[in-house]
């Protein structure tokens, strides 16, 4: 625990810094806290609305997590075909690229169209948002097998089939992670562009009804809460891959 | 000449060409070489002479565009699966542990994982492992992560050993002490070694025979043998005869430049 909050007292320093010269300017210049609440209110609200907060912290939770996992099925499904044949990198890679240059906030009102309210046009942009890099990634990883090793497979008598399984899926895990990693944080962004366009719910949906009531606090509040969602699955998937990955770091050192 | 049924490996007029960039790079301008059953011969040459093409060749990952290959006197088949190569690299898999490592050929012929272990634990002693079965690769030596990889090599029994320079990665010390316990390890196994090096000690030291190739495009430039019964020991570098047949070899390789 002491060694831990070494580790991060630059990071924590930060955030007192911060938090300090937020609190203070709000107080010097006496700025009304529906234009910028001092730290002090947030947390107040945080306090005192917890249950309220809570609440909606699930709902989105549980929109990153359902769309997460999808993106994760998806994006190694579509990484794997585009390893096995080049016909199928060839077809959908340039679409794979394309779903990323059109804007997702353009998309999420169109899955609204289509698919209704609720969670399904939720769990659809978190998905849609965080496949990308681990599709990238992931195929990143299994291209990088040295040829070496290819070579060796083949004259142990190893099969197409036995090269994937046993080497081009164990080697693609390290890159897999790292993609994850981005994946997840983008793909809390996901979830509240999918509340932000309609919904009745969640985190985002929170913020966009708390900001012309002129109850910025809550805002903050939401804000906060989502910075912590975050950072916990980012933390969250760094301690799966030392636990999945064990050779991940010694590789890298 | 000997019957070619009797020979192991009869190879004849090999030639191989690549492209690079569009242009032709002649690799390997008619190679012959002929080895006897349980033979260790080694091919001496100065790097770029298309020692790993050759290798490439005999293990079935490659063809030649002209000549023949026969394998206990078969010119057919895939020599995949069949022709033990062990590479220059390690190339033990990180994610494996030793043990895993050592026994991915048993695995990839569908061998089960318990007979498996079965058939490697008696090995471990002998290649100097032990104690080091369910460790990782990053924590070997280099020589041990060298042992380990000859040991899955070898465990699957192939007819013929391909070894393409397995003690270049390795320092001095540990290189001379490598050669020696391969020496003592193909008297006990009895397989038919084809080694690629350029170190002169370790080809005299561990073959039969030594063919010596041309620089680019390789040709077989000599063939010499090497007079030493087995089992032979370190001592034998000490040998006038020794020395001298490395000089004679030297000046082949020294002719190239």
Same mark, same amino acid.
């Given at each position: 625990?002491?060694?831990?909050?070494?580790?991060?007292?630059?990071?924590?320093?930060?955030?007192?810094?911060?938090?300090?010269?937020?609190?203070?300017?709000?107080?010097?210049?006496?700025?009304?806290?529906?234009?910028?609440?001092?730290?002090?209110?947030?947390?107040?609200?945080?306090?005192?609305?917890?249950?309220?907060?809570?609440?909606?912290?699930?709902?989105?939770?549980?929109?990153?997590?359902?769309?997460?996992?999808?993106?994760?099925?998806?994006?190694?499904?579509?990484?794997?075909?585009?390893?096995?044949?080049?016909?199928?990198?060839?077809?959908?890679?340039?679409?794979?690229?394309?779903?990323?240059?059109?804007?997702?906030?353009?998309? #999420?009102?169109?899955? !609204?169209?289509? *698919? &209704?309210? @609720? +969670?399904?046009?939720? /769990?659809?942009?978190?998905?849609?948002?965080?496949?990308?890099?681990?599709?990238?990634?992931?195929?990143?990883?299994?291209?990088?097998?040295?040829?070496?090793?290819?070579?060796?497979?083949?004259?142990?008598?190893?099969?197409?089939?036995?090269?994937?399984?046993?080497?081009?899926?164990?080697?693609?895990?390290?890159?897999?992670?790292?993609?994850?990693?981005?994946?997840?944080?983008?793909?809390?962004?996901?979830?509240?562009?999918?509340?932000?366009?309609?919904?009745?719910?969640?985190?985002?949906?929170?913020?966009?009804?708390?900001?012309?009531?002129?109850?910025?606090?809550?805002?903050?509040? #939401?804000?906060?809460? !989502?910075?912590? *969602? &975050?950072? @916990? +699955?980012?933390?969250? /998937?760094?301690?799966?891959?030392?636990?999945?990955?064990?050779?991940?770091?010694?590789?890298?050192? | 000449?000997?019957?070619?049924?009797?020979?192991?490996?009869?190879?004849?007029?090999?030639?191989?060409?690549?492209?690079?960039?569009?242009?032709?790079?002649?690799?390997?301008?008619?190679?012959?070489?002929?080895?006897?059953?349980?033979?260790?011969?080694?091919?001496?040459?100065?790097?770029?002479?298309?020692?790993?093409?050759?290798?490439?060749?005999?293990?079935?990952?490659?063809?030649?565009?002209?000549?023949?290959?026969?394998?206990?006197?078969?010119?057919?088949?895939?020599?995949?699966?069949?022709?033990?190569?062990?590479?220059?690299?390690?190339?033990?898999?990180?994610?494996?542990?030793?043990?895993?490592?050592?026994?991915?050929?048993?695995?990839?012929?569908?061998?089960?994982?318990?007979?498996?272990?079965?058939?490697?634990?008696?090995?471990?002693?002998?290649?100097?492992?032990?104690?080091?079965?369910?460790?990782?690769?990053?924590?070997?030596?280099?020589?041990?992560?060298?042992?380990?990889?000859?040991?899955?090599?070898?465990?699957?029994?192939?007819?013929?050993?391909?070894?393409?320079?397995?003690?270049?990665?390795?320092?001095?010390?540990?290189?001379?002490?490598?050669?020696?316990?391969?020496?003592?390890?193909?008297?006990?196994?009895?397989?038919?070694?084809?080694?690629?090096?350029?170190?002169?000690?370790?080809?005299?030291?561990?073959?039969?025979?030594?063919?010596?190739?041309?620089?680019?495009?390789?040709?077989?430039?000599?063939?010499?043998?090497?007079?030493?019964?087995?089992?032979?020991?370190?001592?034998?570098?000490?040998?006038?005869?020794?020395?001298?047949?490395?000089?004679?070899?030297?000046?082949?390789?020294?002719?190239?430049?």
């Amino acid at each position: 625990m002491i060694n831990w909050l070494v580790k991060w007292s630059p990071a924590f320093g930060i955030v007192c810094l911060i938090v300090g010269a937020w609190q203070l300017l709000v107080k010097i210049q006496e700025i009304p806290s529906w234009l910028l609440p001092s730290p002090s209110s947030v947390a107040t609200t945080i306090y005192s609305d917890h249950s309220m907060l809570m609440r909606h912290t699930l709902v989105t939770l549980e929109e990153i997590i359902l769309g997460f996992f999808l993106a994760l099925v998806m994006g190694v499904i579509l990484a794997s075909a585009i390893c096995l044949s080049q016909t199928i990198e060839k077809a959908l890679y340039p679409f794979i690229i394309a779903s990323q240059t059109v804007p997702i906030i353009v998309i #999420a009102p169109m899955l !609204l169209v289509w *698919i &209704g309210y @609720g +969670l399904a046009p939720k /769990i659809i942009v978190v998905a849609l948002i965080s496949f990308f890099p681990i599709v990238v990634n992931t195929v990143d990883g299994m291209k990088s097998i040295d040829p070496d090793i290819q070579k060796l497979m083949r004259t142990l008598g190893g099969k197409k089939a036995q090269v994937f399984s046993k080497i081009m899926i164990p080697s693609s895990l390290p890159y897999l992670f790292s993609g994850l990693r981005v994946a997840i944080a983008i793909s809390v962004i996901g979830a509240v562009i999918g509340e932000w366009v309609g919904s009745s719910e969640g985190l985002g949906y929170l913020m966009i009804r708390s900001k012309p009531q002129f109850q910025t606090e809550r805002v903050f509040a #939401a804000i906060i809460i !989502l910075s912590f *969602i &975050g950072i @916990g +699955l980012f933390a969250l /998937i760094t301690y799966l891959e030392k636990v999945f990955v064990p050779w991940s770091n010694e590789q890298r050192n | 000449m000997e019957k070619i049924v009797d020979n192991h490996i009869n190879i004849a007029g090999l030639k191989k060409t690549i492209y690079q960039d569009g242009n032709p790079l002649k690799i390997l301008d008619g190679v012959d070489l002929t080895i006897q059953k349980s033979e260790v011969i080694s091919v001496l040459g100065p790097s770029g002479c298309g020692k790993s093409t050759l290798l490439n060749i005999i293990a079935g990952l490659d063809e030649p565009d002209e000549g023949d290959i026969n394998i206990n006197g078969l010119d057919f088949g895939s020599r995949l699966g069949s022709v033990g190569y062990m590479q220059q690299k390690d190339l033990l898999l990180p994610w494996r542990s030793v043990k895993d490592n050592v026994i991915l050929g048993l695995e990839i012929r569908g061998v089960s994982k318990r007979q498996s272990y079965e058939m490697v634990e008696p090995h471990f002693q002998s290649f100097g492992l032990s104690g080091f079965e369910s460790n990782y690769p990053h924590t070997l030596s280099g020589g041990m992560k060298q042992r380990a990889s000859f040991l899955r090599t070898v465990i699957t029994e192939p007819d013929i050993l391909l070894l393409d320079e397995p003690f270049s990665a390795l320092d001095a010390l540990n290189r001379s002490r490598l050669q020696m316990w391969l020496l003592d390890l193909l008297e006990g196994i009895h397989r038919t070694v084809l080694l690629v090096t350029h170190d002169v000690d370790e080809a005299i030291m561990l073959s039969d025979r030594i063919y010596v190739m041309t620089s680019r495009p390789g040709r077989i430039n000599s063939v010499e043998e090497v007079p030493y019964p087995r089992p032979r020991n370190r001592e034998i570098v000490n040998d006038s005869s020794f020395v001298e047949l490395k000089s004679k070899i030297l000046s082949f390789l020294w002719d190239q430049d």
